[in-house]
């Protein structure tokens, strides 16, 4: 059974990791799509690999474009009708140590993280307001609940995430509207790919830090997106749904030893 046939999906960092696979996702539940990535090409390979006959449209555009998103929003309702659904998975993140960490970049990181899904949020919900119901998920992250090294600003803006969807969801809900969140652990996208690469993140301790022993992939998490969109989850919103091997259950902070 398709659960989101008809259902008009905006979705955010659509041109890899969580935001494609939500894409595929939703395209596969018969959705229809309008898809936003700043990266023109990444986008039109996501396009690619969608079912043939899926509605997508498809937006190069920041999410930090006030003014941008405004449009992408204003064309997908002239398209569709409405918009039903949203998923902010726009994001970055950088490492560096806080006592070197640069000025400029810490603001870029909360301006893309937590100010663009901002912007996101409250262009779509001015049309779910209209329809009187509406869902929307945001990509947090197990480091909106917990500190780490290096990520300091990275930590802050999904923390900052989590907080936006408290707050979104008791004022909207009695608009209709739900604002719920989907809390991963390292997922293997091509963002967390660059920082294996770069020797700066250990996903074998990573993996014996989590009591599932391993990391997150894209779909795991998309399908969180998909049921906290889906009517199952109607009465569910200001929740944060936890796709992360049981990482912020665990107490024991340090990774095991190998082969534990």
């Known amino acids: 059974m398709q659960r989101h046939t008809g259902r008009r999906v905006l979705i955010t960092g659509a041109g890899n990791g969580i935001g494609m696979a939500a894409a595929r996702f939703f395209a596969g539940e018969g959705a229809r799509l309008c898809l936003v990535d700043i990266d023109a090409e990444a986008l039109a390979a996501t396009l690619g690999t969608l079912p043939p006959g899926t509605e997508a449209l498809s937006h190069t555009v920041s999410v930090t474009d ?3 998103i405004a449009g992408v929003v204003e064309a997908m309702v002239a398209t569709y009708g409405s918009i039903d659904a949203v998923v902010n998975s726009a994001g970055m993140v950088v490492v560096e140590p806080a006592l070197e960490a640069r000025i400029g970049i810490f603001r870029e990181v909360i301006e893309v993280n937590l100010i663009g ?3 996101v949020c409250q262009a779509a919900a001015r049309h779910m307001a209209q329809a009187g119901s509406g869902s929307i998920v945001n990509i947090s992250s197990v480091y909106g609940f917990q500190g780490a090294p290096g990520r300091t600003a990275y930590c ?3 923390g900052g995430v989590v907080n936006l969807t408290n707050s ?18 390292g997922t293997r996208t091509p963002m967390v790919q660059g920082l294996i690469d770069r020797g700066i993140y250990d996903v074998d ?8 022993r391993r990391i997150a992939e894209p779909e795991e998490v998309a399908a969180a997106c998909g049921f906290l969109v889906s009517d199952e989850a109607g009465m569910t919103t200001g929740h ?9 259950a665990n107490g024991f902070l340090m990774a095991p030893k190998a082969g534990a």
């Open 205 to 212: 301790a990573v993996s014996r830090r989590t009591p599932l």
């Open 156 to 158: 802050a803006s999904k």
């Open 240 to 248: 944060h749904l936890a796709v992360d091997g049981g990482w912020l």
């Open 168 to 185: 979104l969801a008791v004022e909207w809900g009695p608009l209709g509207i739900r604002v719920n969140s989907v809390v991963p652990t």
């Open 117 to 119: 899904t901002w912007i």
């Open 66 to 68: 006030e003014a941008g």
